[in-house]
């Protein structure tokens, strides 16, 4: 019981960078080109689209839903926010990397904005559950906005205390996403990229809670 409560606690607790697996020097192997859009999906990205990262618990579910999104050139599955280079799955599930499992999403601004993607990542997964999403445990399913300029921290904060308003009328808790800047992303492995297209019947927890998401427009781009 002692081994199982103190995996437990790992799992629902960021290491400290001390703690965190030493990972590796080299990246991973993974697929070149998307399975869905059949873009590179290392780049080169198109001259003027722009990047954005989220983490909405387990990327498989994730990845499909901002592929499917007009304007959205290019989609991978991959580990942020945490302390190991290079992580596998497998160490990343342990809870010891300190990585989420997030989404890249290399989008058209002139097609699609990233207010309309901050509405589509809230109103997908519940915000509020801390380091899980419905079933899926543990620190690498929480919620995160990764930001890569200052003007998407501003849209995602603002976002976020507006969203965060009308889930306490619909009674619900105090929104636990994690909102920083963006780190270094690890491309996870082939098999998780695009999974749900490779394998339709696959499993995919992503389950919104039903209230909207009104974005003041203050904070367009």
Known sequence: MFFLGDLLNKKLNLPAPEEALPGRER??????????????????????????????????GAERLFWQIPGVWVTAAGYSGG????PTYQETCTGLTGHAEVVLVVFDPKVVTYRDLLKVF???????????????????????VFTFTQEQRQQALASRDAYESSLRKAGRGPITTEITPAGPFYFAEAEHQQ???????????????????????????
């Open 27 to 60: 990246p991973i192997p993974t697929a070149t080109t998307h399975h869905v859009l059949n873009r590179p999906l290392k780049g080169p990205y198109p001259e003027g689209f722009e990047t954005a990262m989220f983490g909405l618990g387990c990327f498989w």
């Open 83 to 86: 302390f190991t280079p290079n």
């Open 122 to 144: 809230w109103e997908a997964h519940d915000p509020t559950q801390g380091m899980r999403q419905g079933n899926d445990v543990g620190t690498t399913y929480r919620s995160a």
């Open 195 to 221: 999974y749900l297209a490779k394998n339709p019947n696959g499993y995919c927890g992503l389950q919104g809670t039903g209230v909207a998401c009104q974005i003041p427009a203050a904070v367009s781009a």
